[in-house]
Structures are given as structure tokens and as C-alpha cells.
């Protein structure tokens, strides 16, 4: 990996059978693993489409901008700060132990089973139920998509303000389609998800940069970028905040490094990726705030992408933006299921799932059940939360409290690799930096900034509600779901008798990668998690 300091002897990374070295070109997929297919593009292709910055920019920026004005551009570059630590520690940690898995294995191996444990459960289920939110979300825009394009009756429908029923159905036959692509193959799935990403960008630019040219709300203002924008701290604080959440998803590309034919293709992709949809942030933040004025970009919330596209190309650009909107969702929701089925993997390897979750498909080689069975549960949950209210405020704010796992998630990945590393960095200054320091650091302001989510959301209510918009129901959800961790972690470990839970388990190398990890022999009082 580029920037391995100088120092002592290294030891010889811990490397699963489903990650060896560069396989020869045409050689046929190791016995049970999974097939290693993926370059440094496709590992790019599926972070950008789960970090989605078209939405993200869509609907995002009109959020960041009513909370700081005209400092979205600084937002978005102090944030990049704590996520390039986090990244660098991935990095490394994939490096040293390549493992679909990622924090889940990570954090177990060097923090403890239970907190690691925890971390794939929150991670899951979080996923799990942004799934079932996007499943709708998705047939909504197709709908609306077909509306802009010149579609105002389908069925008998006003595609322009389809029911419910109609944007759910719409929304399943997506995800099914979405389903069987990932089963078919994670680089079929990247090469569909590249072309979506091209219509995106290509649109998105073009747009912005109208923007920037011909943008009149305001001249272009070197202070943006500069944290001196901020009016006050608590104000620098929320902007960030919102903005390190628009990062989230860069780590996608090392959910599929067994798949790669390379060890370092995550680190690079997954650098990679952060350069480019910071690179795009920036500029797209520069171009709403050269042609829409705070009130306009706060106004149109969630519709700025469309209004932008609109003032640039009158109903033809709001119809474009919006069919490349939908293309972001979609490449979004493709890239979380691809993902999260390589999470319960690792988990069912480990014995914390059962044996079905590690099956791979006879010939495809892709995990197949796990990927049906997660489809299966977001698809359940769409239905269920499209006709009960509680269910659906559960969902939505679980979706719209994510930041507070996200930022337990990455400081807890923060300290594996501090603890990791930390024995071999004391001979070497730079390593230090790089593999303790920077990512300890990292890893406490994202926590930081979780922590102050939780008391902004907590504070900004006086009573609870269980309703998607009173903060104390915001931050009970994300702790409800780790909680609910708890009882399956001690099930896992008791009943399952998972070798992840015992301290000195053998080294992902001695192990199958198709099935569960051997049992842990029963002991009379059983090892701590």
C-alpha cells in the first residue's frame, strides 16, 4: 500500500482463503470462494453508488445550506478530515486482515467479540431498513421519471402522484430486478452500475456547471471553503455533521475485497472514491451557491437538484435531473445489498448467523441466499411499514438517525487499527501517525460529532413522541438496534457456540470460507465476549 512507513519487521498479514494474492489471468475461482473478479474501477463504481452523491447533492445540500448559509463548501472539507483518518486505518486494517467482513472481523479481533459483534448487527439491520425505505423511494422516482419524460397516464395511473400502492409495487419489481443482477455476478453488477454512474455525472456536471458560469445569487467567495464562514461553533458543528454523513458509503469498496484481484485494490478504490465525490461536492456546492440564494436553496429542500436543473434547461432539465436521480437511488440500493449480503458472509463464517448465510451460489460463486433473504427481509418491511404508521416512522428514523451508528461504527474502527498497529508503530514516528495517532484522532471527532447529534436531537424536543420527527424517538432508534445486538450476540456465543467469541481462534487462513467457522468447544464457564 502506498505510504508503508519504514520501521521493523513486519509480521505477515493475516490473509483469508477468499483473499490471496493476484490470481493468474483465466485461472479458474478457488475451490468455495468467492471468484475474484473486481479491478480498482469497479471497487470506485460500487463506493460512488453507495455514498449515491447525486441524491446526495439532490437533496442534501439544500439541508446543509439551511443550517450553515454559505459555508457548504467548508462543511464538506473539514468533514473530509476525520473520514481520510478512518480511511487510511481501513486501509491498513484491510491490508493486514482482507475480510469481508471489514470492521465486524476488525474490531473483534482487536477491541473484543461483543463490541465487534454489535457492529455487524447495527450494520445490518441499518442496512436492512434503508433497503426497505429506498425499496418505495425508487418506485416513486421511476414513476416521476416517467412523468418528466412525457408518461402523464400508465394504467390508469397519474404517474406524477402514483398511490402508495403503485410506488411500492413499482419499488419491488426494482429491487427484484436489482436481486437477481447481484446474483448473477458482483462485476455484472458493477459494469450496470458504471453506466448509471456515467448518466449521472455527465448530467450533474453539466448542470452545476451552468451553475458556475452562469450563476447570478452570488459571486464566487474564497471564504466558502474556509471554516472562518462559520457564524458559530455550534454552527460549524451541525454543518459537518450533516456533511461527514454525505461521505458515508465510501467503504463499500472493502466489503467485496475477497472478490478482488488484488490486495491493495480496496485501499486504492476506496481512496479513490473519496477523492472523487469530494472533488464533486465541492463543486456542486460552489455551483448551488453561485445560482440559488440561501433562502432558495433552504426553500426547495429536497427538490434543489430539480429546481437547479429547471433554471438551467426550463422542463427539460428538471425532467432529466430526475431521471438522474432515480439512476442514483438505483445504483445505491444494488450496491447496499451487494454489501450487506457480504457482511452476513463474514458473520455466518464466524458462526454468529447461521451455516445458510455463507452459502454460495454452485455456479455463479456469489452469495445467493444471503442476498435473497436480505432482499426478502427490506421487501417485507417496505410492505409492512407502507401500511402501518409506526412501523414506518421506525424505518424512516432509523434512516434518518443512521449518523449516530455511523459514527460509533467508524470510531470503533479507529481504535482497532490503534490497538492493532500500536505494538509495531513505537520505533517509528510516521507509522505512528499514520496507523495510531491519525486514526485515534479521527475516530474521536466522528464520535464526537455522534455525541453531539444525540444531544441536538434529544434537546430539540420536550417530550417523547413516537413520530419520525421528535428527536428523542431519533436517538432511542439507533440505540434500540444495538441493543436488540445484545441478546443475539449472547445467542450466538451460548447457543451457536461461535469460535468468533473465543480470544485466541484460529487465523481466517486455516478456515473454509463456504460455511460456518467450527463451533467453540463447550467450556464449564465460557469465555467472556
Not at 467479540?113 to 436492512?128: E, R
Not at 475477497?258 to 469530494?278: F, H, K, Q, Y
Not at 454489501?339 to 452469495?367: E, F, I, K, N, Y
Request: charged share 10%; glycine share 10%.
Amino acid at each position: 500500500m502506498p505510504g508503508q512507513s519504514p520501521g521493523p519487521a513486519q509480521p505477515p498479514p493475516v490473509v483469508p482463503r477468499t483473499a490471496s494474492r493476484t490470481a493468474p489471468p483465466g485461472s479458474p475461482p478457488e475451490p468455495r470462494a468467492m471468484p475474484k473478479v473486481l479491478g480498482v474501477r469497479d471497487g470506485v463504481v460500487l463506493s460512488l453508488s453507495n455514498i449515491s452523491p447525486t441524491f446526495s447533492i439532490g437533496i442534501g445540500l439544500g439541508v446543509i445550506g439551511a443550517a450553515v448559509g454559505v459555508g457548504i463548501p467548508a462543511a464538506f472539507l473539514v468533514a473530509l478530515l476525520p473520514i481520510l483518518g478512518i480511511a487510511l486505518a481501513y486501509a491498513r486494517l484491510n491490508r493486514r486482515e482482507p475480510n469481508c467482513g471489514t470492521a465486524y472481523v476488525w474490531v473483534g479481533r482487536a477491541v473484543g467479540p461483543l463490541p465487534g459483534c454489535l457492529i455487524g448487527w447495527g450494520a445490518v439491520v441499518t442496512q436492512v431498513l434503508f433497503l426497505s425505505y429506498a425499496v418505495p423511494l425508487a418506485g416513486q422516482y421511476t414513476l416521476l421519471s416517467l412523468d418528466s419524460l412525457g408518461v402523464h397516464r400508465l394504467a390508469g395511473l397519474n404517474p406524477g402522484d402514483p398511490p402508495v400502492a403503485a410506488t411500492l409495487a413499482v419499488g419491488l419489481l426494482v429491487l427484484a430486478g436489482l436481486t437477481a443482477m447481484a446474483i448473477v455476478g458482483v462485476e455484472v453488477a458493477a459494469r450496470f452500475q458504471l453506466i448509471l454512474l456515467v448518466a449521472e455525472f455527465a448530467v450533474l456536471l453539466a448542470v452545476c456547471g451552468w451553475a458556475v458560469v452562469a450563476g447570478d445569487a452570488a459571486a464566487f467567495d474564497p471564504d466558502w471553503f474556509s471554516p472562518a464562514v462559520f457564524s458559530s461553533p455550534s454552527v460549524m458543528a451541525t454543518g459537518v455533521l450533516l456533511a461527514v454523513f454525505m461521505y458515508w458509503g465510501w467503504e463499500a469498496a472493502f466489503s467485496v475485497t475477497e472478490e478482488n484481484t488484488d490486495a491493495r485494490t480496496s485501499a486504492r478504490a476506496g481512496l479513490w472514491s473519496l477523492a472523487a465525490v469530494a472533488a464533486l461536492f465541492l463543486f456542486a456546492s460552489t455551483a448551488f451557491q453561485r445560482a440559488l440564494t440561501p433562502e432558495e436553496l433552504a426553500a426547495n429542500g429536497e427538490r434543489g437538484l430539480p429546481y437547479l436543473g429547471e433554471l438551467a434547461a426550463g422542463g427539460f432539465g428538471r425532467g432529466v435531473t430526475t431521471v438522474v436521480l432515480l439512476c442514483s437511488i438505483v445504483a445505491c440500493v444494488q450496491s447496499v445489498l451487494i454489501g450487506t449480503a457480504r457482511q452476513t458472509l463474514a458473520m455466518s463464517r464466524d458462526g454468529v448467523l447461521g451455516p445458510g448465510w455463507a452459502a454460495l451460489h454452485p455456479r455463479r460463486r456469489t452469495p445467493h441466499l444471503s442476498t435473497l433473504r436480505i432482499a426478502a427481509c427490506a421487501a417485507v418491511l417496505a410492505v409492512l411499514s407502507a401500511g402501518l404508521g409506526s412501523l414506518q416512522d421506525i424505518v424512516v428514523g432509523a434512516v434518518t438517525s443512521v449518523g449516530i451508528l455511523i459514527s460509533q461504527y467508524y470510531a470503533f474502527a479507529a481504535l482497532a487499527c490503534a490497538l492493532t498497529f500500536a505494538p509495531e508503530a513505537r520505533d517509528s514516528v510516521r507509522a505512528l501517525l499514520v496507523t495510531v495517532v491519525g486514526p485515534l484522532l479521527s475516530g474521536l471527532a466522528l464520535l464526537g460529532l455522534g455525541c453531539y447529534m444525540v444531544y441536538t436531537l434529544w434537546t430539540s424536543t420536550d417530550e417523547f413522541a413516537f413520530a419520525a420527527d421528535n428527536g428523542r424517538f431519533l436517538t432511542l432508534v439507533p440505540l434500540v438496534i444495538l441493543a436488540t445486538g445484545v441478546p443475539a450476540a449472547y445467542w450466538a456465543k451460548y447457543r451457536r457456540r461461535a469460535a468468533y467469541f473465543v480470544r485466541d481462534r484460529p487465523a481466517p487462513h486455516t478456515l473454509s470460507t463456504a460455511g460456518p467457522r467450527p463451533p467453540a468447544a463447550p467450556t464449564s464457564g465460557g469465555s467472556t465476549p
